[in-house]
């Protein structure tokens, strides 16, 4: 089970990038083929091709597990907590009311476009977002209404599409919000389309970190925002090698609980951005603005309403409510980080290079100019 935890990102499993060759090539890559495509000894082969089978097998095995996980479960929550489902930003210190949780969810939001730097100039405002792992869609239809754009959502989850197709319908919205099954780490958007990339607490469930931020990065246009709320254990120390033996246990019990795959840092997280050369990363550890979360949750499950919603939502969903006091136990051990990661798509990378291509076009220009002038004299000449 430990296995399951990496140190680093560098320990992340490493696939390709879906990065097209000239989003590679504007980002400043080198031609070295991708290192899935480098040549191995031959011995190391069958071992490796055995490996990636099984890693893919439990990738499915994951990607079902999160989706019948939210076909059971969406319907208990929204009875209970409504369309958002991830954590409300509280004032750090305060005991939240159940009363709270709407605006505590909606704020989430709103901070987190604040921290990301998204502005609400209607020359510069988002005009295409895409919420990566949207639920029932809450915050689509949200950022849809304020920056008047058009998204797109996906889940894993069937029963959230469709839910999220309704409400976006009973709210007049379905023109321009829309809703898919589809899988994070292999968008069905070609590249570089959105101007705001939204991932909300859906970053844990990515057996792949790496192939995740690299997928947000790909669909993302040039100048683009990208936002990642997410679960996160905590960094590591310089002198360790990995997390405590309690810590991973701990952790694996809530993998079990809630379909998540390896947990990674916030550390992880800007090694990664940085290799795929995004620009203006930023963190935050907000940890302690969520701490009111969980245990108004657990409240009201424990509502005679909560109850009875839960004991007809199945099994997956019965499991993860009783692992609810171990986030709790997580958070207060510094264990588990409730971090915000934000970046852009830089805007000059592309400038730059598209006018150093223009140089070089002109250069070729003007030295076929030259060779062509300079046969002309000898021809003359003859
Ligand atoms: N962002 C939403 C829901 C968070 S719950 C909100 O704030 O309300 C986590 C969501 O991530 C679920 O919708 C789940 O289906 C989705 N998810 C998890 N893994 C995914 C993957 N590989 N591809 C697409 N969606 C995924």
Known sequence: MAARLHRHASELPSLPLRLSASRIRLLGATNRPPSALRLRPKSCRPARVMAAAASATAEEGLKKGIAEFYDQSSGLWEDIWGDHMHHGFYDRGVTASIDDHRAAQIRMIEEALRFAGVSDDPSKKPKKVVDVGCGIGGSSRYL??????????????????????????????????????????????????????????????????????????????????????????????????????????LLNRICDAYYLPSWCSAADYIEIAQSLSLENIKTADWSENVAPFWPAVIRSALTWQGFTSLLQSGWKAIKGALAMPLMIEGYNKKLIKFAIITCHVELYLYMLTESKIQHECGQRRHHLLALVATAGGFYEHI
């Open 144 to 249: 849809a209404k304020k920056y008047e754009a058009q998204c797109q959502g996906i889940t894993l989850s069937p029963v959230q599409a469709q839910r999220a197709h309704n409400l976006a319908v009973v709210e007049g919205l379905a023109d321009r919000v829309t809703f898919q099954v589809a899988d994070a780490l292999e968008q069905p958007f070609s590249d570089g389309q959105f101007s705001l990339v939204w991932s909300m607490e859906s970053g844990e469930h990515m057996p792949d970190k790496k192939k995740f931020v690299g997928e947000l990065a790909r669909v993302a246009a040039p100048g683009a925002t990208i936002i990642i709320v997410t679960w996160c254990h905590r960094d590591l120390l310089p002198s360790e090698d990995s997390l405590l033996p309690e810590e991973l246990n």
